[in-house]
């Protein structure tokens, strides 16, 4: 385990649902971030938390919305998603912000299917 | 064009046996090259994390190479198992964008017994 968990780790959900994935870090890290993982494409960085405050927004659909209540924990609030937003969501976090040598430690991903 | 090109895309070898992945980056200056592992329904893992100065670095049967001169990266995996099956992730560290990951596309390793 990498100390970084998802739940959940699979979900399906219609154009019409929302839903929210979670992320919660038990590594005592201060930055957190979100990425989408399409088949055969490079990671997609989403969203970057640093102490609790947005500091990084790549031009993300307002589809996604994310939130920090804390800097042990994110969410991903999803609603009215498209298809092509099927993928996996991977939730990260690291001590300082990662690009350093700041290690970044993954969680397992949530499997998401848009119907 | 992405900016970190990993080959071959995927790769099917024998239990036991070698194989070395590339990458190729464009990414300059850059501060550092990670190697990530990302087994099946799993977020990657770290292997190895180079500075720009550093040209080998080894963890177990996982040796990463760089030259910096040609922008390219090498992850050797010697004597290969079965749980070496995975994803390969090559990311650089981008000084021109604030340290930011750049990820490359990654390579698919399958071993078989």
Known sequence: ETGVTQTPRHLV????????LKCEQHLGHNAMYWYKQSAKKPLELMFVYSLEERVENNSVPSRFSPECPNSSHLFLHLHTLQPEDSALYLCASSKGLAGGYNEQ???????LTVL | KNQVEQSPQSLIILEGK?????????????????????DTGRG???????????????NGRYTATLDADTKQSSLHITASQLSDSASYICVVSAIRYGNKLVFGAGTIL???S
């Not at chain 1, 959900?13 to 929210?20: D, H, I, L, V």
């Not at chain 2, 990657?44 to 080894?58: A, G, R, W, Y």
């Open chain 1, 105 to 111: 430690f993954f969680g397992p991903g949530t499997r």
């Open chain 2, 44 to 58: 990657p893992v770290s292997l190895t994390i180079m500075t720009f100065s550093e040209n080998t670095k080894s």
């Open chain 2, 18 to 38: 070698n194989c070395t992945l590339q990458c190729n980056y464009t990414v300059s200056p850059f501060s550092n090259l990670r190697w990530y592992k990302q």
């Open chain 2, 110 to 112: 399958r071993v078989k």
């Open chain 1, 13 to 20: 959900m219609g154009m019409t649902n929302k839903k929210s």
